[in-house]
């Protein structure tokens, strides 16, 4: 649980980093954005420590990520990384002064309480393999995102944006369950398993969705869509396909901690993007 709440805690203040670099690349583009579009204010954005220090947190928190999915089940590591966004709302309260409500502050204490909770209930993770056939679902599925998010210009207006955050949740919910699935790292063994596959695209194409997803703007209904996408349908997969059990009794507790921990990562869900 140490290195999923780690991942936590890079995603989390990586968020506000890269949102506070971003922020001075506009200030320094001026109100009308500059020359060359979101490109332009990309490249301006790397130029900051923040935006690099934001990018180096990230690969730290994926490699954490993937430390935590190779010993506890998808459902613990799923609700911890949805629980990064109580890390940005504490953290962007810190660092851009945003004010928290008390109803927020008590998200946070809410996710605090479930994540405990599942702490005490969560078991090691499954020991099966996962069959061939689940691995090429998951890159169907990767494929699948990655067409969504390249078609998002000709999804309607309205509920736009809740599609594509749950696609979004999807894509990373098979990096999730793709990390398990890999367990021969050889160079042979990963060229020829489909999860390899699907881990890389099942990513792109979750960035890819959940860009398109906020281009116009829209913070709150994208991440809500992720935090369901990428907590609940892995954490079944994991219970049903991979045997990932809790502790010997305490799977009320799993449940339970589960469900409130994810239920105050939706509250803080305005947090999911660099913070306005």
């Given at each position: 649980?140490?290195?999923?709440?780690?991942?936590?805690?890079?995603?989390?203040?990586?968020?506000?980093?890269?949102?506070?670099?971003?922020?001075?690349?506009?200030?320094?583009a001026g109100?009308?954005?500059?020359?060359?579009?979101?490109?332009?204010?990309?490249?301006?954005?790397?130029?900051?420590?923040?935006?690099?220090?934001?990018?180096?947190?990230?690969?730290?928190?994926?490699?954490?990520?993937?430390?935590?999915?190779?010993?506890?089940?998808?459902?613990?590591?799923?609700?911890?990384?949805?629980?990064?966004?109580?890390?940005?709302?504490?953290?962007?309260?810190?660092?851009?002064?945003?004010?928290l409500s008390?109803?927020?502050?008590?998200?946070?204490?809410?996710?605090?309480?479930?994540?405990?909770?599942?702490?005490?209930?969560?078991?090691?993770?499954?020991?099966?393999?996962?069959?061939?056939?689940?691995?090429?679902?998951?890159?169907?599925?990767?494929?699948?995102?990655?067409?969504?998010?390249?078609?998002?210009?000709?999804?309607?207006?309205?509920?736009?944006g809740l599609?594509?955050?749950?696609?979004?949740?999807?894509?990373?919910?098979?990096?999730?369950?793709?990390?398990?699935?890999?367990?021969?790292?050889?160079?042979?063994?990963?060229?020829?398993?489909?999860?390899?596959?699907?881990?890389?695209?099942?990513?792109?194409?979750?960035?890819?969705?959940?860009?398109?997803?906020?281009?116009?703007?829209?913070?709150?209904?994208?991440?809500?869509?992720?935090?369901?996408?990428?907590?609940?349908?892995?954490?079944?997969?994991?219970?049903?396909?991979?045997?990932?059990?809790?502790?010997?009794?305490?799977?009320?507790?799993?449940?339970?901690?589960?469900?409130?921990?994810?239920?105050?990562?939706?509250?803080?869900?305005?947090?999911?993007?660099?913070?306005?």
């Amino acid at each position: 649980m140490v290195c999923a709440l780690g991942a936590a805690v890079c995603f989390g203040t990586a968020t506000v980093l890269q949102a506070m670099a971003t922020r001075a690349a506009v200030d320094v583009a001026g109100a009308g954005g500059g020359p060359g579009g979101d490109a332009a204010l990309l490249l301006r954005a790397l130029r900051q420590w923040r935006y690099i220090a934001g990018l180096a947190l990230d690969g730290l928190g994926f490699l954490f990520q993937i430390a935590a999915l190779r010993s506890l089940p998808i459902y613990a590591v799923g609700a911890a990384l949805a629980a990064s966004l109580a890390v940005t709302a504490v953290v962007a309260a810190r660092l851009l002064r945003v004010r928290l409500s008390g109803v927020e502050w008590a998200a946070v204490g809410v996710v605090c309480a479930g994540l405990g909770m599942l702490g005490l209930a969560s078991g090691t993770e499954g020991e099966q393999a996962g069959s061939d056939a689940l691995r090429y679902a998951m890159l169907a599925t990767g494929v699948g995102v990655l067409v969504l998010g390249l078609l998002s210009g000709r999804l309607p207006e309205r509920g736009r944006g809740l599609v594509l955050g749950l696609a979004a949740g999807f894509g990373f919910g098979v990096v999730e369950v793709s990390v398990r699935l890999v367990d021969d790292v050889s160079v042979g063994a990963l060229v020829g398993n489909a999860a390899v596959y699907a881990l890389v695209v099942g990513g792109a194409a979750a960035f890819l969705a959940l860009t398109s997803a906020l281009q116009r703007g829209a913070v709150t209904v994208p991440t809500a869509g992720m935090v369901i996408g990428e907590t609940i349908g892995p954490a079944v997969i994991g219970v049903v396909w991979l045997g990932d059990r809790t502790r010997e009794g305490l799977g009320w507790l799993a449940v339970a901690g589960f469900g409130v921990a994810v239920v105050g990562a939706l509250a803080l869900a305005r947090f999911g993007e660099a913070p306005d």
